[in-house]
């Protein structure tokens, strides 16, 4: 009977036991699942609030129509035109309206060309995107490699060198950078060119391709022209510069702060005091730990990359988002610069998203 109620008893705490890093299994993976699914609807309030807040400032001028074209129709043609774009109901009425049609796909028509704003974002947000990744990969080729090289000459010449460029380069306005570099590259040099997406030869090429996807590189690829390609690189060199390098100033002390501090970590002494040399132990052990918050910060810079490729888009005439919004904006054309803000908010709420489940990945100190 002892052995039978030991084992009676005992059983229970073997099975809770052996249970208990099951539970603890689940429980992680729960903290990814949660975790993905709470960033992700997170996303929806962000969106909301921006494009509320777009909404209501843009009507503090009053209706759109009558703040593009005002003055420039007869009071009666005026009159109707805003009639017929509903634009005298009341405002909670205009704005539930403008919410129901962004869920249904539709961003309203621009009151200066007559054009859907849908149609808008599909042709010109390709060409802001294309923008954006090839400043990404500027500011990251740029930053992080030069970031590993201040940390490891720490308080010495090449490190002061690195941090005054890293403050140059992020304090200098994007349009200025791009203007100067149109000067020394395209004016003085004459080794690049001095605006545009790509020559007009290539641009009537490309248009030649079925179904094209609007980004220029990929379509002078497909295309399977050494020349366009070629050209379409060339013409995005100097847009790609100005504005990663905005960011790569970031990436640069950011870099240096992380690996600095990584760099006199517990585990780093440890391989120190086993002889490992300091060139290695800056590569191995404190370079991928220094990431993670890079990684974090890439979704923010996204956001900077976009504000500054309306500026950059205008320099280059690179015929984006940016080159539009600023058409737009001199032409009070309110309903367009609402579809472009409200896309962008997508893209950068989106990018977070993705940017927060890597980082969870990476790290699972992240989802708790």
Known sequence: MTTTTSELTDSPAQDEGAGAPVTRRRRRGGGLGRYIVVRFLLIIPTIFI?????????????????????????????AQRVHDAGYDRPLFVQYFDYLGGIVHGDFGT?????????????T?????LELTVY????????????GMVAAYFRDRAPDAVLRVFAILFYATPVFFLGLLFKL?????????????RASTGTEIELSTLPHPSGFYLIDAIRLGDPAA????????????????LLTAGIFLRLVRTNVIGTHGAGYV???????????????KHAYRPALIPIITVIGLQVAILLVGAVLTETTFEWKGLGFQLTKYLQARDFVAVQGIVALLAVIVAVTNFIVDIIAALIDPRVRY
Do not use: C, N
């Open 135 to 146: 400043a990404l990969i500027v500011a990251l080729i740029v930053g992080i490699p030069l």
């Open 124 to 128: 010109f947000g390709t060409a802001t």
């Open 229 to 244: 390609v070629q050209d379409v690189l060339q013409h995005a060199i100097l847009p790609s510069l100005a504005l990663g």
């Open 50 to 78: 921006l494009v509320t807040t777009v909404f209501f400032l843009m009507r503090t001028t009053g209706d759109p129509i009558t703040a593009a074209l005002g003055g420039r129709l007869p009071p009666d043609q005026l």
């Open 269 to 283: 002494e440890a391989a120190r005091s086993r002889g490992v040399g300091e060139y290695r132990l800056l590569r």
């Open 184 to 196: 020394v590259f395209s004016v003085w040099l004459d080794w690049l060119p001095v605006a545009g």
């Open 110 to 122: 621009t009151i200066s060309d007559r054009r859907p704003v849908l149609d808008v974002l599909k």
